[in-house]
């Protein structure tokens, strides 16, 4: 929510400067005038926007464009009402049959929880009606004052008279436009700024959100189509080469007077905003995409690394949620990654890089996660249908995004992260209060809890940046497994907190690892031994780093077994299965009665 009103009010405040500048490319001081006029507007209307947006809130219901508007929802949320319940629960029964005492009890509890249920969507709806209707009157407003003065009006007072007189006349009391059509290019230009502008029925976009309407099932994949693809679009509106190769700009181009000019003026804007991201990006100021790799990638937020955020000393702020600029930082900050890796006898692999880095930034919208999962599911053979089925479940939950933000917010260090193995484990971590039960997630190095951290921070600890340096070559997290046994969430806890406080010769993994990297023939300044550029696992540094690693594993995994009997007996039975399995003695048959006799002799 706070992302959506941030966002729109960076472009309420992006579209009047940029009416400016086309201004300025047209030497055209009447445009100029109306676009301060406009930025102006945003200030005056303010209260009057606040308080149609309440009545958008308590209606559920867009204002502007007329009752039953939603904006960005796209279809109408409220579902969970006293009359919809009352006419499901009634339906193929004769006409006149009444609801029972209990069929009646339910669907009045239906309507009172209904409108707290749908908070998120009236929040949404009310959020977008606000900024539309204050674009939509600073615009008008702008347009009315310049269209007075061009008209012969000078005093200031018959001006603002005439501007006033012509808002009453263009909205009803209640808040909507009384003439749809005359006002159209006013509506456009509000619709603009909350990226809820029609898609149009000859576009690939429109096309789909057209079936997704007519097979409602994929509402669940894809919710949101309107806004994503207007956002792609502003985003290469604003992007220099591939904005002016486009359709919308050629056809801007070709109308000329103050189109033209207000495309070129988006393509400088877009051009200021890259200017400053690749800087940023090449300062190493913005991180990007995080590594495929689920172990470069743990090694990596270990450091107190966030992807997709701008470092403000050693604090992370995201920002991949402030589109379109947020997907132009992500780009950059990619490209630049990506730029790091080429030699002059691979440049070929740039577009393929630049193919990368825009479909790793468009999967990472949150508006795109669930299409991206579905997708990955059915194209990745190695997807795991459990691990698919949690991250849906979880999002069926109501206020489960808003629960996760108060965790991060208000909690932080004393609410860990937890281990989630399963579904169930996935929505109690997802319902306040049932989430306490789960066992910490922790750092396999430290053995620490990993914290919530609404801002994390670099923690600046060594041995932390060398294993994510490292990362790629040397031993990650333990596995789930032991010994071929499936560990419960609360083991493999366990397992990683002994993994990092186990001490040898008085010293934990951290401290030993730390020991290793301080000594001269590590040589961690790279001074004398480089890092081979191929098959890096087999360099002297991974080694020595494996060396240690191992000798904790299996102190952690033999002190985890002699504190756990039952999972002690069940490696002895699948060390026995397979021992006899290998040889030939165990077979379907006699399976039981074998394992059936190890256990009398434990």
Not at 74 to 96: H, V
Not at 162 to 173: I, P, R, S
Not at 198 to 217: C, I, K, M, S, V
Request: aromatic content about 8%; overall charge neutral; some cysteine.
């Amino acid at each position: 929510m706070a992302a959506n009103a941030g966002s729109n009010f960076l472009k309420s405040l992006l579209m009047p400067t940029e009416q400016y500048l086309s201004g300025v490319f047209t030497r055209d001081k009447a445009l100029r005038q109306e676009a301060i006029d406009t930025l102006s507007g945003l200030y005056t209307y303010f209260t009057d926007s606040m308080k149609l947006a309440h009545k958008a809130f308590k209606a559920e219901s867009g204002i502007l464009e007329g009752a039953g508007s939603v904006g960005k929802m796209e279809t109408n949320g409220a579902q969970i009402t006293y009359d919809n319940i009352k006419a499901m629960m009634l339906d193929g029964k004769p006409r006149g049959t009444q609801l029972t005492t209990i069929q009646e009890l339910i669907a009045s509890s239906a309507g009172v929880l209904g409108p707290y249920l749908r908070l998120p969507s009236r929040i949404l709806v009310s959020t977008d009606e606000f900024f539309k209707q204050l674009n939509f009157r600073a615009s008008l407003s702008a347009s009315l004052r310049r269209e007075a003065m061009e008209g012969g009006l000078k005093d200031a007072q018959r001006i603002d008279a005439y501007v006033k007189e012509q808002m009453n006349l263009a909205t009803t009391g209640w808040g909507t436009v009384r003439n749809e059509e005359a006002l159209k290019p006013y509506l456009e230009y509000a619709r603009q700024a909350t990226w809820t502008q029609d898609l149009g029925e000859h576009t690939y976009a429109g096309g789909f959100q057209r079936y997704a309407n007519d097979h409602p099932l994929m509402r669940v994949v894809v919710p949101f189509i309107k806004t994503p693809a207007n956002i792609l679009r502003d985003f290469v509106a604003h992007t220099p080469v591939i904005g002016q190769m486009s359709k919308q700009y050629r056809a801007a181009l070709a109308a000329g007077g103050e189109q033209a000019a207000l495309a070129r003026a988006k393509m400088a804007t877009g051009s200021l905003m890259w200017a400053g991201a690749v800087c940023l990006a090449i300062s190493g100021s913005i991180t990007g995409s995080p590594p495929k790799d689920p172990k470069q990638r743990k090694a990596l937020e270990a450091t107190g690394w966030q992807a997709h955020s701008i470092k403000i000393g050693d604090s992370y702020y995201s920002y991949r949620r402030y589109d379109p600029a947020g997907m132009v930082l992500g780009l950059a900050a990619d490209l630049a990654v990506a730029g790091q890796h080429l030699t002059e006898a691979r440049y070929s692999e740039l577009t393929a890089s630049a193919i990368l880095a825009l479909a790793n930034n468009v999967t990472s919208r949150t508006y795109m996660q669930d299409v991206a999962e579905v997708v990955n599911f059915i194209t990745d053979e190695e997807a795991k249908p459990e691990l698919f089925m949690r991250n849906q479940a979880t999002t069926l939950i109501p206020f489960s995004a808003a629960t996760r933000y108060a965790r991060q917010y208000m909690t932080g260090e004393d609410d860990p992260m937890r281990e989630v193995r399963g579904i169930m484990d996935a929505i109690l971590n997802t319902v306040p209060g049932f989430h306490d039960d789960l066992p910490a997630k922790r750092n396999w190095i430290t053995g620490e809890p990993v914290d919530y951290r609404l801002i994390p921070r670099d923690k600046h600890d060594p041995v932390l940046d060398e294993m994510n340096r490292m990362a790629q070559a040397v031993n990650g997290p333990p596995a789930y497994t032991l010994h071929g046994v499936d560990l419960t969430a609360g083991q493999y806890s366990r397992l990683t907190e002994l993994h990092g406080t186990v001490t040898i010769q008085g010293k934990t993994l951290h401290e030993a690892l730390g020991e290793l990297f301080d000594s001269p023939q590590y040589d961690i300044e790279r001074m004398t031994l480089a890092d081979p550029p191929s098959d890096k696992d087999q360099s002297p540094r991974a080694l020595m780093i494996k060396r240690v690693i191992n000798a904790y594993r299996r102190e952690a995994q033999d002190q985890l077994i002699d504190e756990e009997p039952k999972l002690a007996q069940s490696i002895r039975q699948n060390d026995y299965q397979r021992q006899m399995t290998k040889r030939g003695q165990m077979t379907r048959a006699n399976q039981q009665e074998l394992l059936a006799a190890l256990v009398d002799d434990m």
